[in-house]
């Protein structure tokens, strides 16, 4: 079945760990991004990409990095640079990065720390 | 601030009553999206929206698209249980350096009281 796979479902970060959140996708799509959701609020971008090789940041990119090595692979570092992990993260994908283009959503990962 | 303000936060209602969610945008509206979500799970693509005057429907959800208002609103007839989650729209960025994101409002939490 084609889809977005995120691994694992849930995370536990230990202080001055980094942690890396996985997202494969099957679907041939050239757009991937990260989004972080905290309780009761709605999705805020930390990263997208929209070819491979490259990304932007979005509006939330301190404290976390990503690559973008393969088409199907978009891994999320969550660094010890972010004092407040705790948080879903949702990765999504699309064909292309256009205004016509829906975003198709993994099932999340739940962050937290010990 | 925000680029996309949801109202209201959140709603209560009683199954079968009709409801209205509204989102306003501070930008130009080149791509308005609607989505469902489970808590603790990923989003579904309920609508999206392009042309002002624009509406669609999707079983007892319809959208339409503002343009002069920067606005979109989702009306559900009829609530059921199922329609109870969180709804949030998103706008595409199509301007400049920010070309290619995807930003979402806060959400909107709909409870459906049988």
């Known amino acids: 079945d084609g889809g977005i796979t995120q691994s694992p479902k849930y995370l536990f970060r230990k202080e001055g760990q980094n942690v890396t959140l996985s997202c494969e996708q099957n679907l041939n799509h050239d757009a991937m991004y990260w989004y972080r959701q905290d309780p009761g609020q709605g999705l805020r971008l930390i990263y997208y990409?929209?070819?491979?090789?490259?990304?932007q940041k979005g509006d939330i990119a301190e404290g976390y990095s990503v690559s973008r090595e393969k088409k199907e692979s978009f891994p999320l570092t969550v660094t010890s640079a972010q004092k407040n992990p705790t948080a879903f993260y949702l990765c999504?994908?699309?064909?292309?990065?256009?205004?016509?283009?829906?975003?198709?959503f993994g099932s999340g990962t739940q962050l937290s720390v010990l | 601030s925000q680029e996309l303000e949801q109202s209201p936060q959140s709603l209560i209602v009683q199954e079968g009553k009709n409801l209205t969610i509204n989102c306003t945008s501070s930008k130009t509206l080149y791509g308005l999206y609607w989505y469902k979500q489970k808590y603790g799970e990923g989003l579904i693509f309920l609508m999206m929206l392009q042309k002002g005057g624009e509406e669609k429907s999707h079983e007892k959800i319809t959208a339409k698209l503002d343009e002069k208002k920067q606005q979109s609103s989702l009306h559900i007839t009829a609530s059921q249980p199922s329609h109870a989650g969180i709804y949030l729209c998103?706008?595409?960025?199509?301007?400049?350096?920010?070309?290619?994101?995807?930003?979402f409002g806060q959400g909107t939490i709909l409870t459906v009281h049988p």
């Open positions: 990409s929209q070819i491979v090789n490259d990304f």
């Open positions: 999504a994908s699309s064909p292309r990065t256009a205004s016509n283009e829906k975003l198709f």
């Open positions: 998103g706008l595409f960025s199509a301007g400049g350096t920010s070309y290619g994101k995807l930003t």
